[in-house]
Each structure stands twice: as C-alpha cells, then as structure tokens.
C-alpha cells in the first residue's frame, strides 16, 4: 500500500506539472492537408438596425453580384440559368492513464485526489481569461448536450436579437405580455433557431469594427456565439451555426478571408486554418452543452468561399474587394479555385463530424431562380469533388426575383431527386415581395407547408423576424427599444 500511495502522489504531481505547461497550447491538432502550418493564425481571439447584404446583408441583385468572379458570373447571369480548463474525474483517469503505467487502483486513488484540485485550477484559468459577452451574464444552464432529433426544423435566424440584449429590449407576445423571444417563437410553433458567427469580427473590415454600428462588442465571435448558443440549448429548440468563414457578412457579393488567414500563401494550409478554426468552435459549442444540430460550413458560397481581400474601398459590409492570390482563392469560377474551395469545404466538414458525428454539416447557397447555377454548382461540388455534406441548404427570397413558394418546387424536386443521399433545408427567407412590404398572401406559411411534402427536406428558417429590409418586412414592429410581435404576421405561423 505504501508503495502504491507513493506512486499515486508521483503521478499527481507529474500531472499537475504537465497540465500546467500545457494551458497555453494550442488544443487543436490540425490534419494533413498541408506542412505550412507556420503561417496559420487558427483560433478566434476572445471576445441600430444596419440593413444587411444580399440574403443576410440583401441588396439589388447588381450589388450582390459585384466583386466575384466574371468567369463564374458569366454562368450566372445568363437568361437560361434561371476554452478554459475543465476536467472531470474520468478525463484525469484517462491522462493519468497515458502518462504512466499504474494499477488501476493507483489511477483511482489519483484521480480522487486530483478531483478536488483541479476545480480550483479551472476556475484560476477561467477567471484570467478575456472578459466575457454581457449576454452571457444571464445565460440559463443548458439542457441539451446533444443535438435534438426534429422531424421538421421550423426555424429563424435571430443573429441580431443577442444586441438588443444591451439595451434592454422587451419582447412582446400577440397578446401584449411581455416574455422571452425564444417563447413567443415556440408559441408560434417555431423549434430551432439558426446563428451566425464570424472570425474576427472586431478586425478591420469586420461585422463589429469601429464606425459599424454594431462595435459595441465582438458580436458574432466565438465567445458570444456560444453564449447565445446555451440559450437557445436551455429553452430546448434545435440549433443550427452559419459559419461564415469571414470577418464580416459572406455572401455572393463577396467571401473575404479573415484578417488572421490573409498571410496564408498556399491552398492546404488555408484548409488547415478552417479544420482548426471550426473544430475549435466546436469544441467549445460542446464544452458548453450546446452541440449544435447543424453546422453550415459557410455562407451562400455560390460563387466559391474564401475569395477576397479587402482594400482602402472596402465598407462596413464588405463591399468592394480585391480577389486574393490564385494559390489560395476558392473562387469557383475558375479550376484552381474549385479545388482550393473543395478543399475548404471537407476540411469543414471533418472538422465537425471529428466532435459531433450526428452533427448534420450543411452547404448553402441562393439564385434558386437560375435553376442551372444550381445544378452546375451542386455538380462540381457533390459530382466532381464528393463533398460529404448532409444537407443541402438555399435562399429563397421573393423580392430579389426568386418567385414564390409554388415555383420552387420544379427545382426544388430536381434535386432530391438527382442527390438521393442528401437532406435539404431552405436556409433563409422571408416571403415579402418588395422592399419591406408583405402582400400577406400565406408565402410564409406556403414556404414552410410546401418545403414539408417534399422527401428528405428538413426544415425552413425565417431570416430575422426582429429585421425588415429590401428582403421583406419583420415579423416584430419595433416601439422606441422594444418588440411587439405583429398579429397579422403571425397567423400564418401558429
């Protein structure tokens, strides 16, 4: 017994040693797609109603299409072509395991005493780590580690809601009390709840860089993603993360890689970079008992993904850029940047399943009105490149000529038909046809009860129902700081 005690207090004290050297490393080990991982800057740093671009951000179909591609954009228009350290008393056993061979009633009598120690050094690490979002001040312990199992994800995108948390918004139901968004959108039968996150967003030419509007804080960095993401676990409806891959809206206008990743020089160490971010991301979804239900590994990348540079032009939302070098471009418009774009799609997608195998991964992209950008795009990526994606997603907005509801579904039938292996999500709308304007003709509602007669398609998420636009107006009328759900708007929800 004597010895077995001696050697447990040699293990602990090997351990303690070694898990304070390592609180400073990196805790993602990137895989092989390329050796150049010196010049890659992987993880996030800690952490008004702005009208958005294209579907997130919608403007006229002109802009939209500015700063991509001509080669692919050619395709396009023609009229054919309509962390902190947390351990638990198994982990332990399982390091303590890997550092030495031991009994395993040395292991169990470790583990015991490091059980009581290594709170303490958790809460030390946390408390000196970036201060934290004010919206996580009052985030609810979470109730859902695991993804959700939905027939249906009748769901919207509330990205933006998180800010008004600053100001002290109040929600208001169609009766005139007051509750949480995430109830009144359950009382009207919505159950998941789509997030958006982005890089850096606090770089230059970021979503919350100073004069934005939205500089406040680093809205829709990691920190406050997953801060965000706990609520929507704890109110118990499905979670599905837009990841960008940007430091600022991505869209078909433009795909700008991240301030961190602009010195990568070559295709397989920008690959590196996404496989790392986003299992970073995941990592700390999961630690937070928020493991999301689906992942969007980037943001309507008709044209391709990580495309552009900024300039001394480039606005708050990203418009007009430069297109970055050949060797690391994924625009799709060309060979070189199909295959980078290939590559930065899997890496994605590896990078989810490798924390959350029942994680579904999504692919996103809009133009539902060009039936043969559709179907060119889904070829190269699902035909020539087998991306293993799950899901496929799209925009679908009838103010910026998508039609409604009733002339989706041709293509809409198409494609499940020729991807039998694939799910499908309609990934944004709204349903107004104008800017900000309604006809109130049950589109909304057509959306949702077409999409679900269809085989394998899973869900439909509202586009911001606190945010009206050139997409279509809000479902919330907004008084002085606070929201009253509009009735009329949603009779043709629930």
């Not at 951000?57 to 692919?72: D, F, K, R, W």
């Not at 960095?221 to 600022?248: E, P, R």
């Not at 060979?335 to 399943?353: D, L, S």
């Not at 925009?395 to 499940?416: E, H, I, K, Q, R």
Request: glycine share 6%.
């Amino acid at each position: 017994m004597k010895f077995l005690k001696n050697l447990t207090a040699c293990v602990s004290c090997t351990f303690l040693v070694l898990l304070v050297q390592s609180c400073g490393d990196d805790t993602v080990s990137p895989p092989s797609y390329g050796s150049n991982l010196s010049s890659v800057s992987e993880f996030p740093a800690s952490s008004s109603d702005i009208a958005p671009l294209s579907s997130d951000n919608p403007q006229s179909s002109s802009e939209v299409v500015a700063g991509s591609s001509s080669s692919l954009f050619e395709i396009m228009s023609s009229d054919g072509l309509s962390s902190a350290v947390s351990l638990s008393s198994s982990s332990v056993a399982e390091l303590l395991s890997s550092i030495t061979e031991v009994s395993s009633s040395a292991v169990s009598s470790a583990t015991a005493v490091l059980s009581s120690t290594v709170p303490s050094l958790s809460s030390a690490v946390q408390s000196s780590s970036s201060e934290q979002p004010r919206s996580s001040s009052q985030t609810p312990s979470s109730s859902s580690a695991k993804p959700l199992q939905l027939d249906f994800y009748n769901g919207a995108d509330i990205s933006e809601v998180q800010e008004y948390e600053r100001s002290n918004s109040k929600f208001y139901d169609v009766d005139g009390k007051e509750s949480d968004i995430f109830t009144i959108l359950k009382n009207h039968g919505f159950n998941s709840i789509r997030l958006r996150t982005f890089v850096s967003p606090k770089a230059k030419y970021g979503y919350a860089a100073s004069g934005c509007g939205h500089d406040a804080e680093a809205y829709g960095d990691k920190d406050h993603v997953v801060a965000y993401a706990k609520k929507v676990k704890a109110a118990g409806m499905g979670l599905l993360v837009d990841i960008h891959y940007s430091d600022v809206w991505a869209d078909p206008g433009k795909q700008i890689i991240p301030e961190r990743w602009r010195g990568v020089n070559n295709a397989d160490a920008m690959a590196d970079s996404v496989y790392a971010y986003t299992k970073d991301l995941m990592n700390a979804l999961k630690a937070a008992d928020a493991t999301p239900d689906m992942v969007q590994i980037g943001n309507e990348t008709t044209p391709g993904i990580l495309i552009h540079k900024p300039n001394s032009k480039t606005d708050c939302w990203g418009n007009g850029v430069d297109k970055a070098a050949t060797s690391v471009n994924g625009d799709m418009g060309t060979a070189a940047g199909k295959a980078n774009a290939a590559k930065y799609f899997n890496a994605g997608i590896k990078a989810v399943k490798e924390v959350s195998p029942t994680t579904k991964t999504v692919l996103h992209i809009e133009r539902i009105r060009q039936a043969n950008t559709v179907t060119w795009w889904m070829g190269v990526i699902f035909d020539d490149y087998k991306i293993p994606a799950d899901v496929m997603g799209f925009s679908a907005y009838t103010a910026y000529g998508d039609g409604a509801p009733d002339s989706w579904m041709n293509l809409f039938n198409t494609v499940t038909t020729k991807y039998s292996m694939l799910e499908f999500i309609v990934a944004e709308y709204n349903g107004g046809d104008s800017d900000n304007h309604y006809k109130f003709d049950n589109s909304r509602q057509k959306t949702r009860e077409k999409v679900q007669t269809l085989n394998r398609w899973i869900g439909t998420f509202f586009w911001e129902p606190t945010i009206g636009g050139a997409w279509g107006p809000a479902l919330f009328d907004k008084r002085g700081k606070d929201y009253y759900a509009n009735k009329d708007a949603f009779k043709e929800f629930f």
